[in-house]
């Protein structure tokens, strides 16, 4: 199985997230950065079908040089090599133009298997893996809480997650598939894995390098711009009452007061 | 005007509130044009309502194979629509699938996509808060058709009878548009509460309530209030409620009227997924949790005396 597996480096999901005053995309400077921690479900299930049925999982990220940190924690979880896509021309790519990228770089890999995550806690568009599957025409197998792979037929079959439970799909490889939180344990980087992924082997490309028309890519090529960026008015905290035996009764009142019940 | 393509939101024909509040949204500055995309005979069900609503003209698309297949036949019949009407701009609700079409529309006419706008100007700018609200952009498409996926709960549905012209969609879809099959749907929990996303009343549960069993108490004071139960991610990933009911950041966005946080203590994460809500009512034993900072109403104490009296109050209140 040839098994690639997208990650995305972002601000630290605990961190306080602003937009950069000058251009206002993500600032990723005065924070500190970590991969994506969902895509840490997507490194996992890519392992885990590398170590069922045998292969080599390509990690592949587009994002500043510092995203080589990201690269380097997928490779200490076992990822066998890497392809970073960086270039300043980039930067201030939106979800479609970043699709667009990274399906051309990840045509370049010919996968079996595409594996990518719900969403990222910066931008939370949740809409990679259907763009995948969109540019790089192949299946749509999203949502998944859990996959099965069946390379002797050529198959993958997923429970997609629904509001009331779920829906089973199937499709032939390669296909895109996207995973959600919860479908797996990420393990954690071993010493060993950390010795050995800097000597993996990592590609870095310029958007010359993939063949990305520079106009189509970045700010230059998003297909939205922000008009204006302001901090949310704060929400101040209201009444706080101690329980003195008859709490629910003056939740129940402040409810009624506010003709909420 | 020009028309504004709405994807009507239903299950099995049965439309829910968020396309309501889309067509009343396409109104404030087009033609509100309906996109109903469903299995044969599903229409039916969805007619009165999207007149009721005001749609002008409704593209009615049947056939087994929109719901037989993931992502592509639903994406290929819109971008072909929008490729037809060349529509003023194309809304969507901010469902898991919904969002997934939309972006497919959008890559495949070449066009901009918003997604989580809470408001929509008649120039098109589009309002999101982002980075779980503690921001707030105004932003623009500013090439093709925008696609503009809005989050439930943001637009006031407002009825506005009409009768609407039909135009039948023929279903002709590509082989690539076939390539996720459904093999099958299976039902898990069968609540009878209202969605989620689109409850005007939520009442989540988190780490205080100790326990699966002790869910009981919130669904108990959710169903008094006609509420949709919501769980915080220390609740899911201890296994006591589904994930499909986590509220946060990497859980669901909700927007209602009230907000009742049981046992949560209102970090980050969790705040990022409700603290748009109108009015938010924390119970929490711990007075330093940070949920009592931007609370509309705390109460310090133990979650399992307030929540039975509480639920009991308004029992007694609604009978009496």
């Not at chain 2, 459904?182 to 309530?209: F, I, M, N, W, Y």
């Not at chain 2, 589904?242 to 009230?258: A, C, F, I």
Request: no cysteine; net charge negative; aromatic share 4%.
């Amino acid at each position: 199985m040839n098994i690639v597996v997208t990650v995305k480096q972002v601000p630290d999901t605990w961190a306080e997230k602003k937009l950069d005053a000058a251009d206002r995309t993500v600032d990723r400077k005065s924070v500190d950065n970590v991969m994506n921690e969902m895509d840490e479900y997507g490194v996992e299930e890519a392992l885990k079908i590398k170590e069922a049925h045998g292969g080599e999982v390509t990690v592949v990220t587009m994002g500043p040089a510092k995203a080589v940190e990201t690269i380097r924690k997928a490779l200490s979880m076992g990822a066998d090599k890497a392809v970073h896509l960086s270039d300043d021309a980039l930067h201030g790519s939106d979800a479609l133009a970043t699709s667009a990228a990274l399906a051309k770089v990840i045509s370049t890999l010919s996968p079996d298997i595409v594996i990518t995550s719900s969403e990222a806690s910066d931008a939370r568009g949740g809409v990679i893996g259907a763009l995948l599957a969109e540019r790089l025409a192949l299946p749509q197998l999203t949502q998944a809480r859990k996959v099965t792979v069946d390379p002797a037929a050529g198959k993958v079959t997923i429970e997609r997650l629904a509001d009331n439970g779920y829906a089973l799909v199937e499709a032939s490889l390669p296909a895109v598939v996207g995973v959600v939180e919860k479908i797996n344990q990420p393990r954690y980087p071993s010493f060993k894995g950390i010795m050995a992924a800097k000597k993996k082997p990592l590609t870095t490309l310029t958007a010359a390098d993939a063949g990305l028309d520079a106009a189509s890519v970045g700010l230059a090529g998003a297909a939205s711009a922000v008009v204006t960026a302001e901090p949310a008015p704060p929400r101040s905290s209201g009444t706080i009452v101690k329980d003195e035996g008859d709490g629910g009764t003056k939740v129940a009142e402040f409810l009624a007061a506010q003709k909420l019940i | 005007m020009a028309e504004v393509l709405v994807l009507v939101e239903h299950a099995d024909g049965e439309p829910k509130k968020v396309t309501a509040e889309l067509l009343t949204l396409a109104r404030t500055f087009g033609e509100p044009a309906a996109v109903f995309l469903g299995a044969p005979g599903t229409y039916a069900k969805a007619k009165e309502y999207l007149a009721q609503y005001g749609a002008a003209k409704v593209y009615v698309a049947e056939s087994d194979d929109i719901a037989g297949y993931i992502g592509g036949p639903a994406a290929e019949i819109l971008a072909k629509l929008v490729g037809e009407a060349s529509p003023a701009a194309v809304l969507v609700a901010a469902t898991a699938d919904s969002r997934e079409i939309a972006a497919r529309v959008a890559a495949r006419t070449d066009s901009g996509l918003i997604w989580d706008a809470t408001a929509l100007s008649a120039d098109l700018v589009a309002t999101q808060g982002i980075f779980g609200g503690s921001t707030i952009v105004t932003s623009k498409v500013t090439k093709g058709v925008p696609v503009v996926v809005v989050r439930p709960n943001s637009t006031a549905p407002e009825a506005a009878p009409s009768t609407p012209a039909e135009q039948t969609v023929e279903v002709a879809l590509s082989d690539a548009a076939k390539g996720a099959k459904v093999v099958d749907r299976v039902v898990e929990a069968k609540s009878g509460r209202p969605d989620l996303t689109e409850a005007q009343v939520v009442v989540s549960g988190g780490r205080g309530l100790g326990a699966a069993e002790h869910f009981a108490l919130v669904e108990k004071l959710a169903d008094t209030l006609g509420a949709a139960v919501g769980a915080s991610r220390a609740a899911t990933d201890a296994g006591w409620y589904p994930h499909q009911n986590q509220v946060g950041q990497t859980g669901k966005t909700v927007s209602p009227q009230l907000y009742i946080a049981v046992g949560i203590s209102g970090a980050i994460q969790h705040r990022a997924g409700m603290q748009t809500s109108k009015t938010i009512v924390a119970v929490n034993k711990d007075p330093e949790a940070p949920i009592f900072e931007f609370a509309d109403y705390g109460l310090v104490g133990d979650l399992f005396n307030v929540v039975p009296q509480l639920t009991a109050e308004i029992e007694k209140r609604k009978a009496g």
